[in-house]
């Protein structure tokens, strides 16, 4: 599967956006997804993971509350929508797609396609 991310850009702090990734390919509905992120400097960093109906997610202790994916299987369309964000939100966002039985996996190599990332700029 292919994956296009989008929906970056610059907002404040407490502000929201909501990232989407778009999927080519016949298997998405087959597969886990999920978001990491990379900061400047430091390394990527899982965000949050779906399962392939959706019906379980994953987070990062310190987007609990604040993000939430969701799917929709019939777009082929993964999204994270970010509430409240933060400065330290800052981050280059990369969509991943993975085999379904590691829907909950917060290791990079557990995902196979990648997105090309959108870049999230929050400001203080």
């Known amino acids: 599967v292919q994956l296009q991310a989008s929906g970056g850009g610059l907002v404040q702090a407490g502000g929201s956006l909501r990232l989407s990734c778009a999927a080519s390919?016949?298997?998405?509905?087959?597969?886990?997804m999920a978001w990491f992120r990379q900061a400047p400097g430091k390394e990527r960093e899982f965000v949050a993971s779906?399962?392939?109906?959706?019906?379980?997610?994953n987070y990062l202790d310190s987007v609990k509350g604040r993000f939430t994916i969701s799917r929709d299987n019939t777009k082929n369309t993964v999204y994270l929508q970010m509430n409240s964000l933060k400065p330290e939100d800052t981050a280059v966002y990369y969509c991943a797609s993975g085999l379904p039985l590691k829907w909950s996996s917060l290791f990079q190599s557990d995902y196979d396609s990648w997105g090309q990332g959108t870049l999230v700029t929050v400001s203080s």
């Open positions: 779906i399962s392939r109906r959706g019906i379980s997610t």
């Open positions: 390919g016949r298997s998405f509905s087959d597969r886990a």
